[in-house]
């Protein structure tokens, strides 16, 4: 399919901006920049009952920033259901500010409580921390569900780009944990250390998301080229301390035609069937990488919004 016409105007908006690519600025700079621009092209914020930020121990004793959206008054005597969040950034920038509007439309949407995880960021923090930020996060509300009206058993997975990374890796852990989530929600997820891809190589550049870009953002979250085989980092190819795959939650995977990471997500989805699981793949014809995050301009993101949303609450049992 030819490039939507609205991901077009906004690619041609971009370029006459001339706005520095990422991989020319310091990690600081990018996360302002990212912080500014986020919000440019996304969906009117929905209304919750409350949102609340939160502050959430992790294993070396630190504390982390996370928000708990709720859309509808807790019920202690029917808990609702929770959607564990994890946002894109290239393990660098992003925060649950530059995904409170995507995270706001899921609470609403799905009815279900989300919990918007602000990881530590590279190069500050490095491979693993986001990870195990990630999980002691998935951990704690497990942990703690019912205090706030959240039914444990009904704890979904999900993230977008390098927050996808982290959702199915959590996957995995949540498994040899004995933890249960119902649903892996993955948008566009980076799934391998190596860009060698055909859609890496087709769309390198021009395309929102460029090959430049990826490279410096794994350069910043890498501390040596062995993390690039670890499994917790590139779980399509990653060897380094791979675990068996089956037996993880379900998993609804987008994914966007013109997008550098199309074909590891493809690929992933394989992976996870493979290893018998159930496994939804959509790929949105004529999008770009992000483009969750454009529904303010792009009217056919709607439609998207709606099938990751219908995923959540099929996997929550709510009809």
Known sequence: MPLNPKVEQMLEMIARAQRPPYSTLTPQQARLAYEKSAPILEIASAPMFSVDDLALPMRDGELIRARLYQPFEPSWTAPAPALVYYHGGGFTIGSVDTH???????????????LSVDYRLAPEHRFPTAVEDAFDALRWLHDTAASYGIDSARIALGGDSAGGTLATVCAVLAREAGMAPVLQLLLYPGTTGHQQSASQAQFAEGFLLSRDTIQWFFEHYVRDAEDRDDWRFAPLDGMRGAPDF?????????????????????????????????????????????????GGFIPEVAAAHAAAAAALRAAFGIV
């Not at 409170?100 to 989300?114: G, P, S």
């Not at 790929?283 to 990488?289: E, L, S, T």
């Open 246 to 294: 089956s037996g993880v939650a379900p998993a609804w995977i987008a994914i966007a035609e013109y997008d550098p990471l199309r074909d590891e997500g493809a690929a992933y989805a394989r992976k996870l069937r493979a290893a018998g699981n159930a496994v939804t793949l959509e790929c949105y014809a004529g999008m770009v990488h992000e483009f969750f995050k454009l």
């Open 100 to 114: 409170d509007a995507l995270c706001r439309m899921f609470a609403r949407e799905a009815h279900c409580a989300v």
